[in-house]
């Protein structure tokens, strides 16, 4: 007798769809035979590795035998000290996805719910599905969260409250003041959880990092993550900063050694590296004014984003343009995942392969984007 062994699965992980990350450039040049592709699909660094991180990298490798701190000691204090806080208010992930899963796995149920904006970062969805927990889903506002429909959306069940900010991948932000006016509407039983995973590339009036009000609203929780400003993208580090109850709820769910030596190493060195992070924010400023005057140059419209990516529209569906930019080895992202079927995320690169691509994309549009 056979059995369905899909339908052993918890529920919630039956209804789940694996993430889709961006196309890695080895599989594209694997596929067209060619070595000259350039990603600017997944909101990475195009910098590359801080030489102080290499560096670390590089005396940890000899070690590499053994188990890694397993409780993170010389960063949290790294990070405490950076961020005022106490080492006991921080958890350490393997990305901020991990932070972001434990938060689920934590204080979700199946009779819970968690509220997430329309075009929101997906992995919110996934990690509310897995738990078997409902998803409530509010309408964007001007591409953006609308914090006070997500206030009101808020009910008895409700457990958690995600907020990407600025938004993955519509680029749009919130100001800390509207932060916390939905902090002051919010029941205690309910955690805002407030993603600043791009955090150090905002430059805008206004804005600030929710960090500061903990101590006011201890149902308040940041994440944030080395992956971006900080070019650690695969070596994997997050963390949250939270009231110490929640993050002693969080370090019982996480595996010990959830963040490897390598990463720890390379997190720390590069959290105190300000000279690459000021290059990474300055590239990401000219970089962003490059992207976007070739946007208006060629007539489309895109959403003004605080991150290292842009949200462009183009004429039709987006996903044969990008089908047309993968055969001139350009990968971007389409986002129709996200219900922006006409858009196509782009990352911002180096200033020479943000030129290739303007120039390859006008070469398209004008001869009708077409394969």
Partial sequence: MSVDLKSLALPGVQHLQPYQGGMPVEELERELGISDVIKLASNENPLGLSTKAREAVDRVLKDGARYPDGNGYYLKNALAKQLGVCANQLTLGNG???VLEL????????QHN???SEHAFVVYQLVITAQNAHVVIVPAKQWGHDLEAMAEAVDSQTRLLFIANPNNP?????????VERLLQSVPPHVLVVLDEAYFEY?????????????KQYPNLVVTRTFSKAYGLAALRVGYAVSHPDVADILNRLRQPFN????????????????????????????????LTSGFEKLGLDYIPSAGNFVAVQVPGDASELYRSLLQKGIIVRPIALYGMPNHLRV????????????????QLLSDGGAV
């Fill in 114 to 116: 968690a509220v997430v």
């Fill in 259 to 290: 963040v490897n030596g390598l990463a720890l190493a390379a997190a720390q060195a590069v959290l105190a590296d300000e000279e690459y992070l000021q290059n990474s924010i300055e590239m990401n400023r000219q970089g962003y004014q490059q």
């Fill in 202 to 214: 905002v430059d805008e009036a206004g804005y600030g990092s929710a960090i500061e009000l903990i």
């Fill in 103 to 110: 938060l689920a796995r934590g204080f979700l149920g199946q």
């Fill in 347 to 362: 990352s911002i690169g180096l200033p020479e392969e943000n030129e290739r691509f303007l120039n390859t994309l006008s």
């Fill in 96 to 98: 901020s996805n991990d």
């Fill in 170 to 178: 519509t680029g749009t932000w919130a100001p800390l003041s509207s």
